[in-house]
Structures are given as structure tokens and as C-alpha cells.
């Protein structure tokens, strides 16, 4: 069965401290991986797409990178408006959401 | 400015009572999706329609109903076949062909069963 995972659950973190989330995956043919952020409240918003291990993609102080069982979005210097749950869906022959990572960074 | 809209933001619903959530799109988009999102668990597939007169179950479908009579519109009913209604729904359309998962989302609806 296709499978995603994110961990940690949740992650606090001081403003400037760099680190990492990771969503894992066990699926059967993966066309692609996709990262959203989610306010409290408000619906996804599409971050990046990653399709084949190996590639990286960057925004701001995130980026994100594939390998062939899992991907981390990675913060780096984060800001209190970074604060958000980052969900990773993976695309096979259908989409898969991981049940997010919830970021609190305090100032 | 392009985007997608939800109606309401906020639901309360009796039990028993049927309920229709809207959902707009100004962005040419021809697929549409509708997602429940609860506490804990991923977002779930309802139902979408990738062109207009068509539409498919997703992995959730019981208990709910939707139409696609027009490439701008999608709602959804909850009806009171649904069990567990309460949840936050998303509604949202896809950029780009089918092979991608890159989708746009609206603000979402919370209904919340009495």
C-alpha cells in the first residue's frame, strides 16, 4: 500500500535556527513529489515539485530536495512568518498528503 | 484577481439537514477537486471532475454529492448520509495536465454538525 509520512509532528524552533523536515515515502511509481504550506485556517499553497532523485529546488530561505525514499524541505535562518503546517503529497497513479508538519518559530 | 472561492467560510448544519458548500474559479482551470481535512490525517479525496458533465468518486465519496454543470463552479453537498460530516473542506483546481499534483486551493469551508 502507498504510503507517506512526515515527521516530526511538530517542530518549534528560535528564530535563526536552521532545520529540517522529512517526508518519506513508500509508493509504486512516483511521478512526483509536492510540497504546500498551510496557514491555520486557509487552504494549501503549492511551495515546489520535485520529480526524480537528486533534484533540489529553492525559495527564499526554503529548498527542497528528493532522494528515492524521501524528501526534506529544509529552513534555513527562519523567520516567525514561517510559521505554518507544511504538508508533502506524493503523485503516483493518484495524490497522497502526509499528514503535515506543524513549524512554530518564536522570536 | 484569479483565484478560487469558497462559501461560507463557516457552516453549522443540524443533523438530518443536506448542505451545499460552494466553489468558484475565475482561473481556467478544466479539473476540480474536493478534499476533507481533519485533525491528524491527510487530506482526502471526495470527489473531482476534470471537465464539465463529468465527474469520479475519490476515496471518500459516500455521503456526498457533487455537479459540474458549469467550467467555473463545483459544489459540493453534504448530505445526511454522511456519518461524520464535521470537517474542514477544501476545494480546489489543478494547474497544468493530469500529470501533475501541483494544485491551487481555496480557504476552505468549516462545517460543523450540531
Known amino acids: 500500500e502507498d504510503q507517506v509520512t512526515q515527521s516530526p509532528e511538530a517542530l518549534r524552533l528560535q528564530e535563526g535556527e536552521s532545520s529540517s523536515l522529512n517526508c518519506s515515502y513508500t509508493v509504486s511509481g512516483l511521478r512526483g513529489l509536492f510540497w504546500y504550506r498551510q496557514d491555520p485556517g486557509k487552504g494549501p499553497e503549492f511551495l515546489f515539485t520535485l520529480y526524480s532523485a537528486g533534484e533540489e529546488k529553492e525559495k527564499e530561505r526554503l529548498k527542497a530536495t528528493l532522494t528515492k525514499k524521501e524528501s526534506f524541505l529544509h529552513i534555513t535562518a527562519p523567520k516567525p512568518e514561517d510559521s505554518a503546517t507544511y504538508l508533502c503529497?506524493?503523485?503516483?497513479?493518484?495524490?497522497?498528503f502526509g499528514t503535515g508538519t506543524r513549524l512554530q518559530v518564536f522570536p | 484577481d484569479g483565484g478560487i472561492t469558497q462559501s461560507p467560510k463557516y457552516l453549522f448544519r443540524k443533523e438530518g439537514q443536506n448542505v451545499t458548500l460552494s466553489c468558484e474559479q475565475n482561473l481556467n482551470h478544466d479539473a476540480m477537486y474536493w478534499y476533507r481535512q481533519d485533525p491528524g490525517q491527510g487530506l482526502r479525496l471526495i470527489y473531482y471532475?476534470?471537465?464539465?458533465?463529468?465527474?469520479q468518486k475519490g476515496d471518500i465519496a459516500e455521503g456526498y454529492s457533487v455537479s459540474r454543470e458549469k467550467k467555473e463552479s463545483f459544489p459540493l453537498t453534504v448530505t445526511s448520509a454522511q456519518k461524520n460530516p464535521t470537517a474542514f473542506y477544501l476545494c480546489?483546481?489543478?494547474?497544468?495536465?493530469?500529470?501533475?499534483?501541483?494544485?491551487?486551493f481555496g480557504e476552505g469551508s468549516r462545517l460543523t454538525v450540531l
Open positions: 471532475s476534470q471537465i464539465v458533465n463529468d465527474f
Open positions: 480546489a483546481s489543478r494547474v497544468g495536465d493530469r500529470l501533475t499534483g501541483e494544485l491551487f
Open positions: 503529497a506524493v503523485h503516483t497513479d493518484k495524490l497522497i
